[in-house]
């Protein structure tokens, strides 16, 4: 899968960016997540994006941080949310 990125540019998707930035977004407002929390939010988001677009398809970093946030309050983890968008 590639994103294009805000700039344009494109880049393979790494599930790994995706998880360190919830992580970094989560620990911003004091809370820290498990390794498997993490992994389960953030395949959820590869999971949604791959059946919209496919294994080869390309997504844009904004559709990854819609689904995110989508992911994120359907697994009850909304308290991260302003602080993955940078609203804090």
Excluded: C, W
Aim: proline residues 1%.
């Amino acid at each position: 899968m590639k994103v294009v990125k805000k700039d344009h540019r494109e880049e393979s998707f790494q599930l790994e960016k995706l998880e360190r930035s919830i992580e970094n977004s989560a620990r911003d407002i004091k809370l820290e997540l498990n390794k498997s929390d993490l992994k389960l939010i953030s395949r959820s988001v590869l999971k949604k994006i791959t059946m919209i677009h496919g294994a080869d398809g390309k997504t844009s970093s904004y559709e990854i941080i819609g689904v995110t946030v989508n992911v994120l309050k359907e697994d009850k983890f909304d308290i991260i949310i302003p602080s993955y968008l940078n609203l804090i």
